[in-house]
């Protein structure tokens, strides 16, 4: 583990098809052109109501936790009082509810950053002005969680704003930071894209910050080396056809009663002309429409040898299915952009 989730909001309906697996996302606005950066982004309101996305990682024992978003503030005449109302914000899955996270980083009067701690504390406040109306900038924080020996450090577009460390960030239970949450809070509204979640385990460059990242999508837009489902259509013939829409519908499909039926999709070439690539989190939106249980997975074609993802129950609610392969597993070495532009991505049938 390492390189967690990331998030573009390009993909995906008003609350991003359940890709926030604990809380569905609910911004104030979007996903919508209006608010990203990097095609869609969405907004969080200056509303009084909370809105919040939230998503665990319930399998993860990692006291570290990574987080990187591009941020846009509409307004900075907040001041902020409680760690949940922070835009990073940090707890425990299946210990920390709505308002008892382990710690955080909020945005204030004047374009502060403030670190709050587990009672509410702030322990750390940045320089005013780090954080400007109408301006996008890339924010990152690492949070150790821990009840004596904890830190948080907060960088802006790569410059350090905020250093805590040797303070109490832990909420009780077992000290995991296992769980992200962002949200909103009165009189703080702003924009978000582009957003990383990753812990320090693993090597570089997917165990620290990444700097200034965009997270971008690429749609199924031609058939790949296998076609073994068969659409909603009766046929085995231009599968990616049923699988090629933002957002997903589901009312073209692509399925097999029979395990390891699978098929794999061409993808559109990327826009980047340069560039390192961090990551590939493939997605896919699924169901099943028989009793008993019924898995699938994710899988990518790379240099003709194909790559799987743990198997998923499916559940007869469609829902969605994603894999991170943060490294080529062809090569173990970094994703180069022309192994994305040979890339297929699709899905098995499982037992
Ligand atoms: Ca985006
Ligand atoms: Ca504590
Ligand atoms: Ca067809
Ligand atoms: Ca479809």
């Excluded at 109408?134 to 969680?145: G, H, I, L, N, P």
């Excluded at 700097?211 to 031609?222: A, E, F, I």
């Excluded at 692509?254 to 826009?271: C, V």
Aim: glycine residues 10%.
């Amino acid at each position: 583990m390492a390189l967690l989730f990331m998030e573009g909001f390009d993909t995906g309906d008003a609350d991003l098809v359940g890709k926030w697996n604990r809380k569905p996302i609910a911004p104030d606005a979007g996903p919508s052109t209006l608010y990203g950066r990097n095609d869609q982004g969405i907004r969080f309101t200056s509303n009084a109501t909370p809105r919040r996305g939230e998503h665990a990682f319930a399998s993860s024992t990692e006291d570290v936790m990574i987080c990187g978003a591009a941020i846009r503030p509409a307004t900075l005449t907040g001041s902020p009082t409680n760690a949940s109302h922070g835009f990073f914000v940090i707890g425990e899955d299946g210990v920390h509810t709505s308002d008892d996270e382990h710690c955080s980083v909020a945005m204030g009067l004047n374009g502060v950053l403030i670190a709050f701690g587990p009672t509410n504390n702030v322990l750390a406040t940045s320089a005013t002005g780090v954080m400007s109306v109408d301006t996008w900038s890339y924010v990152e924080a690492k949070f150790t969680v821990h009840d004596t020996t904890g830190s948080i450090v907060v960088n802006v577009n790569g410059t350090q704003v905020i250093n805590v460390t040797g303070e109490d960030t832990r909420n009780g239970g077992s000290g995991y930071a296992n769980m992200y949450r962002f949200g909103s809070y009165h009189l703080t509204q702003y924009s978000m894209d582009d957003l990383y979640l990753s812990d320090d385990t693993g090597s570089s460059p997917h165990n620290t910050f990444f700097g200034d990242v965009k997270v971008s999508k690429l749609l199924p837009n031609g058939n790949g080396n296998y076609s073994n489902l068969t659409g909603s259509d009766a046929d085995q013939t231009d599968n990616y056809l049923q699988a090629d829409e933002n957002p997903p519908n589901e009312s073209d499909w692509n399925g097999s009663a029979t395990a390891a039926d699978e098929d794999t999709y061409a993808l559109e070439a990327t826009t980047e002309g340069t560039g390192t690539v961090l990551g590939i989190q493939v997605t896919n939106f699924a169901s099943k429409d028989s009793s008993g249980t019924i898995s699938g997975r994710n899988m990518i074609r790379t240099n003709s040898t194909d790559y799987f993802g743990s198997d998923e129950v499916m559940s007869e609610s469609w829902s969605t299915i994603q894999t991170i392969w943060a490294i080529n597993p062809n090569d173990s070495l970094a994703w180069e952009l022309a192994d994305l532009d040979a890339l297929e991505a699709g899905f098995e049938v499982r037992a």
